[in-house]
């Protein structure tokens, strides 16, 4: 069988052991590290979102996939990373308060580190106040926002608001991110940049911080 068809399958039964090492066997078998991530791992949790979507799969399931999902994802990390390690700058990352998905925002924080940005990772479920508060003391350039649930997005808005309120809006970027995120959604929220993957969110993070100065 396809190794990246065994990753995936491993991957929807939650075998986080066996994907670790299919993935470090993907490697050393010379297939790129983006090839493995999107058509091995990132495969396999389309196909638990969909079966979780019909009511095929349920809770427990999707999470041990998860589990399979982060620890697959961290054999890749180091090989994601670009050659050049200087600070690109600093953001702070977070998924919304009310929001427990981490995947996705996890995935962002690798690219992101890969590129030289210095993440502060503040965990899922985050009030605005904690995004802003952060940007303030840790001298963040950009805020970064995931949501995968359409009843977290408005959380984004409290965000660029608490921004706003604080004064800061004009000296830290918002940048927006997940599943049911839209382009036209940034807009309409005043936020700064969405991106709808991992890879295109960290490129224009270092866009953004470079043009900061
Ligand atoms: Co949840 N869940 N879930 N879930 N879950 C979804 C999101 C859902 C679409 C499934 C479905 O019904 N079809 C649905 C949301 C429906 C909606 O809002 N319209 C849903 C639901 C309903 C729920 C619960 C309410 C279920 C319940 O309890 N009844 C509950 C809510 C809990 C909560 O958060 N308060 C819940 C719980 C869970 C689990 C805990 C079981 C688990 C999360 C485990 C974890 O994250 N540690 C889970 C999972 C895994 C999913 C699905 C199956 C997969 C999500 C995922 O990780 N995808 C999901 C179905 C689906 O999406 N197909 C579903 C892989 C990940 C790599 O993609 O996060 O989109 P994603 O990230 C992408 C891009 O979006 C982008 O980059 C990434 C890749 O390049 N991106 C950004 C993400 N953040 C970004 C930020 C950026 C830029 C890009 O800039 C800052």
Known sequence: MDILVEISENLQKGKAKVVKELVGQAVEQGIPAKEVLEKGLLAGMDVI???FKNNEVFVPEVLVAARAMNMGASVLKPLLADGDQTSAG??????????????GK??????????????????????PETYVETAVNQHCQIICCSALLTTTMPVMAEVVKAAEKAGIRDNVKIMIGG???????CEQIGADKYTPD???AADAAVELCRAAG
């Open 49 to 51: 979102g969909e079966k």
């Open 90 to 103: 600093k953001v702070c990352i977070g998924t919304v308060k009310g929001d427990l998905h981490d995947i």
């Open 106 to 127: 996890n995935l962002v924080k690798m690219m992101m580190e890969g590129k030289g940005l210095e993440v502060v990772d503040l965990g899922t479920d985050v009030a």
């Open 179 to 185: 599943a049911p995120v839209t382009e036209a959604f």
């Open 198 to 200: 991992a890879a295109s």
